[in-house]
């Protein structure tokens, strides 16, 4: 999710969360049958949902207190709604401990348990690396006082990873979230340095690339100090030709992902439009890492677009993974989380749209 804002403004109270009057459900239905993907047709494979908690916390925290991976009955719930793909944040610091050092075994313990889990549940695992393109609050490839995060350091962090998860099919590696304080320039040279080592493992797992401004799709296209990401991205040099770019696109005022409201669910949908037709222009492939809402309608129905403009543009997208399910969201207004047995308002819009990954072929 967007680093922009922790703070959320002007809830509604948990009863207008959840009550949906039944001219807007009618309504809904209306727009759910106009843009419901056909199961026949459809090769898109990875749809579902990120399931946080492993990213909680500080650098330095406590498994099991301070943050916390997927539980069997979350993951139980994952595979039974038909979604095949979760994205699953963690955090770099907790799995290499100092740059350029070894993995920490208790910590890639708990990562690969996580992805043996859901793997077993039939669900791919995107491995989020969930940092903002920094370590320790210093970003990658800014020299500072304190210290210094080149872009051969992430590189190394993806080779030692890489190599965990090679010929595993169901593991994707998700290169860095929402990249932010940092130029399309300095990000690009940080992943083409960690695909570049990826491959070096002989892995050929499929690769996440996304871009700088919080991998936002509509600021995909706008002018950086050396460039846009439109600019810089398409000349990504991948030598097993199997990676996709991934962006984030959020509905509220400002496309934080922190608002109560949808009012811009048409100016998102005008973003995702503009990058499809980059994306067919150079023949490259696009994921929609996070998208999300409250229970508000205008973010029901908006969550409901988005969705099914992906499904419908599956020339080029390769599915979507919606924000946020997770053990520990308690009443978080963007939860996917069920409430005990009970799907939330989010969810039961979301669930028309997965499909289970039905005639997927490989990305």
């Given at each position: 999710m967007t680093g922009q804002s922790s703070t959320f403004q002007a809830f509604?109270?948990?009863?207008?969360?959840?009550?949906f009057p039944c001219l807007a459900i009618l309504g809904l239905a209306l727009l759910l049958a106009m843009v419901s993907p056909s199961r026949g047709q459809d090769s898109v494979c990875l749809?579902?949902?990120?399931i946080s908690g492993a990213e909680f916390g500080g650098p330095d925290g406590k498994a099991g207190t301070d943050y916390t991976y997927p539980s069997d009955a979350t993951l139980d719930w994952a595979a039974a709604r038909n979604m095949a793909v979760i994205r699953l944040p963690?955090?770099?610091e907790?799995?290499?401990?100092?740059?350029?050092g070894a993995l920490d075994q208790d910590e890639l313990s708990r990562l690969k348990d996580t992805v043996e889990r859901a793997n077993r549940r039939g669900l791919t695992v995107i491995l989020d690396l969930h940092n903002y393109a920094e370590y320790r609050g210093e970003k990658i490839g800014q020299k500072t006082d304190t210290g210094n995060v080149p872009p051969e350091a992430l590189a190394d962090f993806w080779r030692r990873l890489a190599s965990e998860f090679s010929g595993n099919e169901k593991a994707v590696y998700g290169l860095m979230n929402e990249p932010a304080g940092i130029t399309a320039q300095s990000w690009f040279e940080?992943?083409?340095?960690?695909?570049?080592?990826?491959?070096?493992?002989?892995?050929?797992?499929?690769?996440l690339v996304p871009g700088t401004i919080w991998s936002g799709a509509s600021h995909w296209f706008e002018e950086q100090d050396g460039g846009s990401n439109a600019d810089l991205f398409e000349r990504l040099s991948d030598p097993a030709n199997r990676f996709a770019f991934e962006?984030?696109?959020y509905m509220d005022e400002d496309f934080s992902?922190?608002?109560?409201d949808c009012p811009r669910v048409s100016d998102a949908v005008a973003a995702l439009s503009s990058v499809t037709e980059w994306l067919r222009q150079h023949d490259f492939k696009g994921f929609?890492?996070?998208?999300?809402?409250?229970?508000?309608?205008?973010?029901l129905s908006g969550l409901m677009e988005m969705a099914g403009f992906v499904n419908e543009n599956r020339d080029v997208w390769i599915g979507w993974t919606a924000w946020a399910a997770g053990d520990w969201w308690g009443d978080y207004p963007l939860s996917l989380q069920p409430v005990g047995r009970i799907d939330r308002p989010q969810f039961k819009v979301l669930e028309p749209f997965l499909a289970g990954g039905i005639g997927c072929g490989r990305p």
């Open positions: 509604p109270t948990a009863n207008q969360r959840t009550v749809r579902g949902v990120n963690f955090r770099w907790r799995l290499q401990t100092r740059l350029n940080a992943a083409q340095a960690a695909v570049t080592a990826i491959r070096q493992t002989g892995a050929d797992n499929l690769v962006f984030h696109q992902g922190t608002k109560a929609l890492g996070e998208f999300g809402g409250t229970s508000a309608p205008d973010c």
